[in-house]
């Protein structure tokens, strides 16, 4: 295990799996594979380059908080990225009916 998760990942209530991948693509006993890390990272990557803004770490940082809201908490939201942030402007001025 890398040094950067050997003690992060545990701490955050996660397991580091590793995969042999001259061996196998999955992990027989554990199931352990790569490919949402890395169909996540390209989609991150894509957006990245398409903001191309990233002039600063700042800036950075903003367009990866943007990305991360509209993969994981927008796309799952049962009406879409409009309804999920109506909810989360909602949350932030104490309006919780709606869902």
Known sequence: MRGAYR????QLGYTHFTVNHSV?????QTG???????????T???NVWRLRGNRTEELLVDHLRV???H??????HCKGP??????????MYGHVQYL
């Open 82 to 91: 409009l309804g999920r942030i109506i909810h989360d402007i909602a949350v």
């Open 7 to 10: 003690n992060a990942l545990p």
């Open 32 to 42: 352990a594979h790569t490919q949402h890390i890395e169909r996540a990272w390209r």
């Open 67 to 69: 990305i991360e809201w």
């Open 71 to 76: 993969e994981w908490p927008a796309r799952k």
């Open 24 to 28: 196998s693509y999955v992990d027989a």
């Open 44 to 46: 991150v990557k894509e």
